[in-house]
């Protein structure tokens, strides 16, 4: 092998490589659009499905819309307000401040109730859920719901590649449907 035939098998095994990094740098505002606007991604081990969270949250709005209407306090106001405004700065924020309040309205009717053996500090958001599920105070499809929440909130709070991109639309739906249950855990009082 000569220098020429080494330069030219090394010209040509970097090529694809190289014509391909090319076009990522030139084209990331427009993959970053795209990926923006996917209902569904998934990369290596990572995938989101928000069209699913949404869908199942539809169809627990009806059901959610025949309770009864629970009087706001000041303070869940001021967090739907928070929740609304990172929204709009910050989606991925906004995610993760929807089940920041989620999880502390079902851990407060976890201890309304008065359904778990257990002391509030041992209380994980799983084993609370499954405390109202136990006791009858959560449908199938609300628990199912709560846990497509529980994954997609992780993933938004652990991913660390920059490819994960939640776009306002999407970051809007979690946080509705976040308040929408945060006001139905609201109205567990204890019977008796």
Known sequence: MDWLQFISGLVS?????????????????ELAKIVQRLAHLKYKDLE????????????LHLEVAQEPKIIESPVFT??????????????????????????????????????????????????????????????????NLLHGMRVLRNKVAHEQDSMLSISQ???????STAIDLIKHFEGYNRVG
Do not use: C
């Open 13 to 29: 095994s970097i090529a694809w490589p190289a014509v391909a990094l090319t076009f990522l740098f030139m084209f990331r505002a």
């Open 48 to 59: 989101l499905d928000f069209d699913k969270v949404k869908q199942q949250a539809e169809g």
């Open 78 to 143: 001021s967090l739907e307000d928070q929740i609304m405004d990172a929204v709009d700065r910050a989606p991925s924020a906004a995610i993760l401040l929807a089940w920041s309040g989620l999880e502390t309205a079902i851990a407060a009717a976890v201890a309304r109730l008065a359904i778990s053996p257990d002391s509030p500090s041992y209380r994980s958001p799983m084993h609370n859920i499954e405390m109202l599920s136990r006791n009858g105070r959560l449908s199938k499809k609300h628990e």
């Open 169 to 175: 639309e999407q970051a809007l739906n979690y946080a």
